[in-house]
């Protein structure tokens, strides 16, 4: 089935532990974007890409690190975890990045907890 | 910059009650207008978007109109149902030179019973 894949879908992670979170997608959408999401403060942007080899940053990017090197795969790396980090996390994909876009497509996240 | 107000949650109906759950946003220009919603468990999923003013989004249902003039996107349905439990979260996208952003509102919870 076409879409955003996400794994895991569950994580515990001990404070100062590196691990990737692994975003696909397979509907050949040049932009991806990371968010992650804690109660009360909505979805905030971390990085994002607008196609491969191109990364940037966005609303709260820092203790995470991002690469494109293929246009299906966004993989978001946390290199020295933090209790801060506990968070869901969602992978977003789009085909178009004019105004009237389709809108993003959404994997069903990961959730993280740092202890 | 972009931002998004939502009205503040939890909000609890009946059944076949009426819904509006407010949304209004800061922008320059003339951006896409969009709710989400996120069922348990799940991730986002599109529901309804309007691209430009007066331009009316519709699914499910669910109604929303692109206000310009009061910078509003509410959110409407005239009977819900209790599988419309769910969180709603408003949302523009405004393309830049470097990449297309989603600016999200808090999201609101509504919860629908019997």
């Known amino acids: 089935n076409a879409g955003v894949t996400q794994t895991p879908k569950f994580q515990v992670l001990k404070t100062g532990q590196s691990m990737t979170l692994q975003c696909a997608q397979d509907?050949?959408?040049?932009?991806m974007s990371w968010y992650r999401q804690d109660p009360g403060m909505g979805l905030r942007l971390i990085h994002y890409?607008?196609?491969?080899?191109?990364?940037d940053q966005g609303e709260v990017p820092n203790g995470y690190n991002v690469s494109r090197s293929t246009t299906e795969d966004f993989p978001l790396r946390l290199l020295s975890a933090a209790p801060s980090q506990t968070s869901v996390y969602f992978c977003?994909?789009?085909?178009?990045?004019?105004?009237?876009?389709?809108?993003?497509?959404f994997g069903s996240g990961t959730r993280l907890t740092v202890v | 910059g972009n931002s998004v107000t939502q009205m503040e949650g939890p909000v609890t109906l009946s059944e076949e009650a009426f819904l509006t759950i407010n949304c209004t946003y800061t922008?320059?220009?003339?951006?896409?207008l969009f709710w989400y919603v996120q069922y348990p468990g799940e991730g986002l999923q599109l529901l309804l978007k309007?691209?430009?003013?007066?331009d009316k989004g519709s699914n499910k249902g669910f109604e929303a109109t692109y206000r310009k003039e009061t910078t509003s996107f509410h959110l409407e349905k005239g009977s819900v149902q209790v599988s419309d439990s769910a969180v709603y979260f408003c949302?523009?996208?405004?393309?830049?030179?470097?990449?297309?952003?989603?600016?999200f509102g808090e999201g609101t919870q509504l919860t629908v019973n019997p």
């Open positions: 922008a320059t220009g003339y951006p896409s």
């Open positions: 890409s607008v196609g491969a080899g191109i990364t």
């Open positions: 977003a994909s789009s085909y178009s990045i004019v105004a009237g876009g389709s809108g993003y497509t």
């Open positions: 949302a523009l996208l405004r393309g830049e030179t470097s990449g297309s952003r989603l600016t």
């Open positions: 509907m050949n959408h040049e932009y």
């Open positions: 309007a691209t430009k003013a007066d």
